[in-house]
């Protein structure tokens, strides 16, 4: 099965730094790659996904990049605020009707943002 | 929309007893995931339910079941309780490819 690797599991930065947080996955089939962020006793809430098809995303702060070929994937945040103190996963998934959706999850790395 | 829902809250439990879980999906999602989330840990598929049936399981033993009504929503249930069984119980639907979690159910094993 799939297999998710994060580092760091901790990191800290100072506000206005930019974070960057790496994945590996084992499965090359697989096609989906979501983050999310999990703020303490609260649910984890997408922020951002990318697609095998694509390279790299972007919204706002946030960005995700993608090499296939190297099977790892990257969340970046700039310019960071003390509210993106939090923990973020990664997963990845091979996403079709045959092979489900189960989302393979890392172990989450804890920012913490001070400002 | 009020989302994805569960319920209860919290829920305190001791060795060998039996538990059930449930969960309502955001609106127009057909499609829900349960999850275990130990503390410090990552989620941890534990299996899907679609139309009704089990699609897909991860790796956990058959003291967890589970089950879909006509409506979508679903319950988790574990069966024989053990310490280890004590996490953060996370119920997700889907649209296309994103999940949507719930705010899950914290169960402590006692």
């Known amino acids: 099965g799939e297999n998710v690797e994060q580092h760091p599991s901790t990191l800290s930065v100072q506000e206005g730094d930019s974070a960057v947080i790496k994945c590996t996955y084992s499965d090359s089939a697989s096609n989906y790659f979501p983050w999310y962020k999990q703020e303490l006793g609260k649910r984890p809430q997408l922020i951002i996904d990318?697609?095998?098809?694509?390279g790299e995303k972007k919204d706002q702060r946030i960005a995700v990049t993608l090499n296939k070929t190297a099977k790892h994937f990257s969340l970046h945040i700039t310019e960071t605020q003390p509210e993106d103190s939090a923990v973020y996963f990664c997963?990845?998934?091979?996403?079709?009707?045959?092979?489900?959706?189960?989302?393979?999850f890392g172990k989450g790395t804890s920012l913490l943002v001070t400002p | 929309d009020a989302g994805v829902t569960q319920s209860p809250t919290h829920l305190i439990k001791t060795r060998g007893q039996q538990v059930t879980l449930r969960c309502s999906p955001k609106?127009?999602?057909?499609?829900v995931s349960w999850y275990q989330q130990a503390l410090g840990q990552g989620p941890q598929f534990i299996f899907q339910?679609?139309?009704?049936?089990?699609?897909q399981r991860g790796n956990f033993p058959d003291r967890f079941s589970g089950h879909q009504f006509p409506n979508y929503s679903s319950e988790l249930n574990v069966n024989a309780l053990l310490l280890g069984d004590s996490a953060l119980y996370l119920c997700?639907?889907?649209?296309?490819?994103?999940?949507?979690f719930g705010p899950g159910t914290r169960l402590t094993v006692l």
């Open positions: 339910y679609y139309e009704e049936e089990e699609r």
């Open positions: 609106s127009g999602h057909d499609t």
């Open positions: 990318i697609r095998s098809n694509v």
């Open positions: 997700a639907s889907r649209t296309y490819n994103e999940q949507f």
């Open positions: 997963a990845a998934v091979l996403s079709n009707s045959n092979s489900g959706y189960a989302l393979n």
